[in-house]
T-cell receptor
Framework: KQEVTQIPAALSVPEGENLVLNCSFT??????LQWFRQDPGKGLTSLLL?????REQTSGRLNASLDKSSGRSTLYIAASQPGDSATYLC????????????FGKGTSLLVTP | DTGVSQNPRHKITKRGQNVTFRCDPI?????LYWYRQTLGQGPEFLTY????????KSRLLSDRFSAERPKGSFSTLEIQRTEQGDSAMYLC??????????FGQGTRLTVV
């Protein structure tokens, strides 16, 4: 079964810290991996998309890396701010099972002032 | 283009009633997805369309659930004879090919 796992489930850091969120997946045959942010009671906001042929993507204070061979991706957030508090979700499109996005359960991030 | 739009945003219904949700995708996107999300969980795949064809359905999609995408434009998700276990956030996403997925704000269903 193709699965996506996110660790830790929850994380609390003081403002200004750099932090790393982890995503692992069970099959290296993927089309792409996408990171999302979700605020309470809201929909998902796309942060970064990494295609299978890419190793990393950057947007502002965010950097996402992809290592297909080890089945891992990390989302690095630099100089965290209270406004970064949200749930971060990782989604993988596996090559051998249609085009559905397969989600982890997310990491709930709290950045304290 | 204002992104993916879902209506209604909230729906409260009595058990046993039928409900229908609508999703308007980004206009040039050929794939449209429906997901269900419960508290503390990641979104779970329900079904997806490529243009007007429904190509994949999850085993989560019981026979009480039906989805359509007439003419490859907007989509509707209907739940018949709702049960309390159907209470969840229903999310719609649209994609062009295998590029970036964009989600709507979701429809929050509460079955009482």
């Amino acid at each position: 079964k193709q699965e996506v796992t996110q660790i830790p489930a929850a994380l609390s850091v003081p403002e200004g810290e750099n932090l790393v969120l982890n995503c692992s997946f069970t099959d290296s045959a993927i089309y792409n991996l996408q990171w999302f942010r979700q605020d309470p009671g809201k929909g998902l906001t796309s942060l970064l998309l990494i295609q299978s042929s890419q190793r990393e993507q950057t947007s502002g204070r965010l950097n996402a890396s992809l290592d297909k061979s080890s089945g891992r991706s990390t989302l690095y957030i630099a100089a965290s701010q209270p406004g970064d508090s949200a749930t971060y979700l990782c989604a993988v499109v596996f090559s051998n099972s249609g085009y559905a996005l397969n989600f982890g359960k997310g990491t709930s991030l709290l950045v304290t002032p | 283009d204002t992104g993916v739009s879902q209506n209604p945003r909230h729906k409260i219904t009595k058990r046993g009633q039928n409900v229908t949700f609508r999703c308007d995708p980004i206009s040039e996107h050929n794939r449209l997805y429906w997901y269900r999300q419960t508290l503390g969980q990641g979104p779970e795949f329900l079904t997806y369309f490529q243009n007007e064809a429904q190509l994949e359905k999850s085993r989560l999609l019981s026979d009480r659930f039906s989805a359509e995408r007439p003419k490859g434009s907007f989509s509707t998700l209907e739940i018949q004879r709702t049960e309390q276990g159907d209470s969840a956030m229903y999310l719609c996403a649209s994609i062009w090919g295998v590029s970036e997925a964009f989600f709507g704000q979701g429809t929050r269903l509460t079955v009482v």
